[in-house]
């Protein structure tokens, strides 16, 4: 199973940019997903998280109101819409994914994307 990312790039303050995160593979369901993303120098934080069926989301106080995560379980994917896009929003983003692979059993992994640079200027 792979998470593969797209999207990202270099955006002026106030403007939007889209992620999206594909899960590839075979025998496998995908449970909750999540957005993080880390600045140069400091943790990698949770920015946006979806369960399951996409009923429930969560945000960090950071960025409520101008992102938006959304999936589509037909597709294995998963997007971050981001809009009023700050200079502080600059990271690197990463998608995150808790996948049930079946075999002679159901056994629980979580999935990290590879990465994409997100760089607003001011």
């Known amino acids: 199973v792979q998470l593969v990312q797209s999207g990202g790039g270099l955006v002026q303050a106030g403007g939007s940019l889209r992620l999206s995160c594909a899960a590839s593979g075979s025998t496998f369901s995908v449970k909750a997903m999540a957005w993080y993303r880390q600045a140069p120098g400091k943790q990698r934080e949770l920015v946006a998280a979806?369960?399951?069926?996409?009923?429930?989301?969560n945000y960090a106080d950071s960025v409520k109101g101008r992102f938006t995560i959304s999936r589509d379980n037909a597709k294995n994917t998963m997007s971050l819409q981001m809009n009023s896009l700050k200079p502080e929003d600059t990271a690197v983003y990463y998608c995150?994914?808790?996948?049930?692979?079946?075999?002679?059993?159901?056994?629980?992994?979580?999935?990290w994307g590879q990465g994409t640079q997100v760089t607003v200027s001011s």
């Open positions: 995150h994914a808790t996948i049930i692979i079946t075999t002679w059993k159901d056994f629980e992994y979580s999935y």
């Open positions: 979806i369960t399951s069926g996409g009923g429930s989301t």
